[in-house]
């Protein structure tokens, strides 16, 4: 049962332009969210995180919107640079059920060309 | 940002040894430690969490006699693959969190396994 799923395995966009990368998820419980980035044969590295009481959080370049109606994030990055080329996970936790533990979703292949 | 180490970044084996990987918190105290295991183009798939002085709690379908963790302060975490076999070759990455950090999960750079 994958509760956390990114239905795009690969997105590419030109430099400048902006990325958008979507996740959707299905356990209701989950309340908080997050964006990695991962390189190859590296850990990932945090990017940006939600808690279930906003819709809409940014930093600099990243913004993450919710729509919890619709159990729908999704990550911009504007204006996309191409050293943003990288697989994006989003990850999903809910503390009341399961504490911290994170659920991933397959993640997104990003590539930006120059 | 917190800072996140894993030692060794690879290591190569031979089938029927035991390898141990560390995982350190380098600028804060991770009281919950997770270990992961990703395979070539997949997700990252938790095996266990751990409490500093507690016992592991495993994913279902993770052996615990396989896969021993121990946490045994508030900075270091190990995780050992006793009698290792090829199928356990993978990329095994921890990370940590600690209440002043919110919720969020912090992660090391990942330990290549090859098992021989």
């Known amino acids: 049962d994958q509760q956390v799923k990114q239905n795009s395995p690969s997105l590419s966009v030109q430099e400048g332009r902006i990325s958008i990368l979507n996740c959707d998820y299905t356990?209701?419980?989950?309340?908080?969210f997050l964006w990695y980035k991962k390189y190859p044969a590296e850990g990932p590295t945090f990017l940006i995180s939600?808690?279930?009481?906003?819709d809409k959080n940014e930093d600099g370049r990243f913004t993450v919107f919710l729509n919890k109606s619709a159990k729908h994030l999704s990550l911009h990055i504007v204006p996309s640079q191409p050293g943003d080329s990288a697989v994006y996970f989003c990850?999903?936790?809910?503390?009341?059920?399961?504490?911290?533990?994170?659920?991933f979703g397959e993640g997104t292949q990003l590539t930006v060309n120059p | 940002g917190a800072v996140v180490s894993q030692h060794p970044s690879w290591v190569i084996c031979k089938s029927g040894t035991s390898v141990k990987i560390e995982c350190r918190s380098l600028?804060?105290?991770?009281?919950?430690m997770f270990w992961y295991r990703q395979f070539p183009k997949q997700s990252l798939m938790l095996m266990a969490t751990?409490?500093?002085?507690?016992?592991?709690?495993?994913e279902q379908g993770v052996e615990k006699d396989k896969f021993l963790i121990n946490h045994a302060s508030l900075t270091l975490s190990t995780l050992t693959v006793t009698s290792a076999h090829p199928e356990d070759s993978s990329f095994y990455i921890c990370?940590?969190?600690?209440?002043?950090?919110?919720?969020?999960?912090?992660f090391g750079p990942g330990t290549r396994l090859l098992v021989l």
């Open positions: 990370s940590a969190r600690t209440k002043g950090k919110g919720e969020t999960q912090y």
């Open positions: 356990n209701s419980m989950f309340d908080y």
């Open positions: 939600i808690s279930s009481i906003k």
């Open positions: 990850a999903a936790s809910a503390m009341e059920t399961s504490g911290s533990r994170l659920t």
């Open positions: 600028d804060f105290q991770a009281t919950t």
């Open positions: 751990s409490n500093e002085g507690s016992k592991a709690t495993y």
